[in-house]
């Protein structure tokens, strides 16, 4: 995989941990059992210590995941791009990942929500977080498959 393309995948696969913010983030990193995509965080935080301009990059994102994305990306994609070994150990990690969705709909004087579809889903875990206020029709999650 070209190192831009393993970044954009790397930053999917934080996204909803970033999206936890900074309390939830360090939730996840002090248990003992991290899926992928808080082993790659972790694994992230700790590669950059001694980087300041990579961590910089890491930490704009965790503050604001829609404008750090971009510098994250160009950021890993050209270490990626420069170590051959780490370009490896994420495609690794990216393979061997179960996919995990994280849903949070929050709704006010609405028709309908739907929470979520998902036609097919062979392992991983879903999580779906519906608020919803004075909406007449709620659908919270249909599936055709889940592992």
Do not use: C, H
């Amino acid at each position: 995989m070209e190192p831009i393309a393993l970044a954009q995948a790397a930053l999917t696969l934080i996204g909803p941990y970033v999206a936890k913010g900074a309390e939830g983030i360090a939730a996840e990193l002090g248990k003992k059992t991290l899926s992928a995509a808080g082993a790659l965080l972790k694994g992230l935080r700790d590669r950059w210590k001694a980087e300041p301009a990579a961590e910089a990059a890491l930490q704009g994102y965790i503050q604001d995941p829609t404008r750090g994305r971009e510098t994250l990306a160009m950021t890993l994609a050209v270490q990626l791009a420069a170590d051959p070994t780490f370009r490896n150990e994420l495609e690794r990690l990216l393979q061997g990942s179960s996919p995990e969705v994280f849903l949070n709909v929050t709704a006010k004087d609405a028709d309908q929500v739907t929470g979520a579809e998902v036609t097919e889903m062979t392992g991983g875990k879903m999580f779906v977080e519906l608020d919803v206020q004075r909406v007449k029709k709620v659908e919270s999650v249909k599936i055709g498959k889940l592992g």
